[in-house]
């Protein structure tokens, strides 16, 4: 098996107007498909509903984010922090479906406008990620003060990210290859 065989998409985690880690989400989106996986960016602010769709109701409006999900070989999601936590789109999002994420890995990539680089997020998430059966992997990617991370049209200007993403990739490939390859083993 080699990446190239592989589907992992990027997830947007805020709809919210404005938003900075878009700019973050495309960075990890190039990043990844150089690595050499399929890819494409899932942007909750077009697939999410208004209310929490529970995984058991068959719904036209999780169809698409199932799907999507029954193809991925792993996940990595891109949210900022708000208030301590993370943005409540992506928790009604995450929550439509459940079977699909099972022993698959997930990276998470934090963004905050302070210096932490949503190091809560990441947190929170990786206990709620871990009760959808999803691995978290341990590395993280923390992008601090994304207001200035970052040109006007979206370019970094810290080259260092592009080492650790690097890494992260490295870290992330070896559990993707490894729980598909076991996946395929216990059907």
């Known amino acids: ?50 209310a929490t769709i529970p995984s058991w109701v068959k719904s036209s409006k999780t169809k698409s984010w199932s799907k999507t999900m029954l193809q991925a070989d792993g996940l990595i999601v891109v949210s900022p922090e708000y208030n ?3 943005p409540g789109e992506l928790k009604i999002f995450m929550d439509g479906i459940f079977k699909e994420y099972e022993r698959k890995p997930v990276a998470i990539c934090g963004v905050s406008s302070g210096g932490f680089g949503g190091a809560r997020v990441i947190e929170a998430l990786r206990l709620y990620f871990s009760e959808l059966r999803l691995i978290a992997i341990r590395q993280a990617l923390y992008f601090a003060n994304v207001e200035t991370l970052f040109t006007k049209s979206g370019n ?29 083993e216990i059907k």
């Open 84 to 86: 301590h936590g993370y």
């Open 156 to 184: 970094i200007k810290d080259k260092s990210f592009d080492k650790k993403i690097q890494s992260l990739l490295d870290d992330f490939n070896f559990y993707a290859m490894a729980l598909k390859k076991a996946r395929e």
């Open 1 to 50: 098996m080699k990446k190239e065989d592989l589907f992992i998409p990027v997830l947007l985690g805020t709809g919210r107007k404005d938003r900075q880690s878009e700019h973050v989400a495309k960075y990890i989106l190039e990043k990844v498909k150089k690595y050499g996986y399929k890819t494409q960016l899932i942007d909750v602010r077009f697939l999410s509903t208004t």
